[in-house]
């Protein structure tokens, strides 16, 4: 299988994801076989800012051209800040999303370093459509639940969807971060940080439908230390743009 064919067969499940604040890159998780339900997985720092203010989100769905804006009341955020992933679960109907997700890496097993992957997202820098990224695994971080790779992330990509091929397009993360090198005091390649979101993958079957999944989403109080004045930026944060 080549690369062109994975990213033909992952990109109707992506969208673009735009806040008051910024913009990132997210993708169909989770499906309910008995609800109308779905989630659409994302790195917790595209949507952390609107969850907390309850400001509207407007996700795109690119295969179909389908805008869609979501105010508070028409979706649940569910957050895990520590390792900056998040679900959005929205009604299914709202986007021509397809059925169902593709494979996902079985939770608990992790690729090997070495292996190559792809990711798909919206960079800042030409944001009108969905850009291919690859690189190495060059390490599994166990404790931390994420990957780091030897490819290029920039703002935009956040929540992108990464990718290995299996004889079919095999999900197992989002994009997160980038760390440049800066050993030398000048900025040089370094690695990206590629989130598991094994937590979210049945999300959207734990409801019984939207009220439920909105009274059990994660409280916006628990989002205001990253609301709270902040120093400059780590070089490492990608998602806004």
């Known amino acids: ?39 659409i997985a994302t790195a917790a720092h595209v949507v952390d800012h609107a969850h907390y203010w309850e400001a509207p989100i407007r996700i795109l769905h690119p295969e179909s051209g389908k805008s869609v804006l979501f105010r508070a009341d028409e979706r649940a955020i569910h957050l895990d800040l520590s390792i900056d ?102 900025p040089l390649p370094g690695l990206a940080i590629i989130q598991d979101v094994s937590q979210f993958y049945d999300i959207a079957q734990r409801f019984k439908n939207l009220d439920d999944a909105k009274v059990n989403e994660t409280p916006a109080e628990e989002t205001a230390e990253a609301e709270q004045p902040q120093p400059e930026p780590p070089p490492a944060q990608i998602g806004q743009s």
């Open 85 to 186: 992933s998040a679900a959005i679960v929205i009604r299914r109907g709202e986007l021509p999303l397809p059925e169902e997700p593709l494979k996902l890496v079985e939770d608990g097993y992790y690729i090997k370093s070495g292996v190559e992957i792809g990711w798909l997202g919206f960079p800042a820098v030409h944001p009108s459509h969905a850009c291919f990224f690859s690189g190495r695994i060059s390490y599994y971080d166990e404790a931390k639940k994420h990957y780091l790779v030897d490819g290029v992330a920039i703002n935009g990509v956040s929540g992108g969807p990464t990718f290995r091929l299996t004889g079919t397009a095999e999900l197992l993360g989002i994009v997160s971060a980038y760390m440049p090198n800066r050993a030398t005091g000048e």
């Open 1 to 39: 299988m080549e690369w062109h064919e994975g990213i033909t067969q992952v990109h109707p499940h992506i969208v673009h994801i735009s806040t008051p604040r910024g913009s990132g890159t997210g993708w169909l998780v989770s499906t309910s076989k008995t609800t109308d339900l779905c989630a």
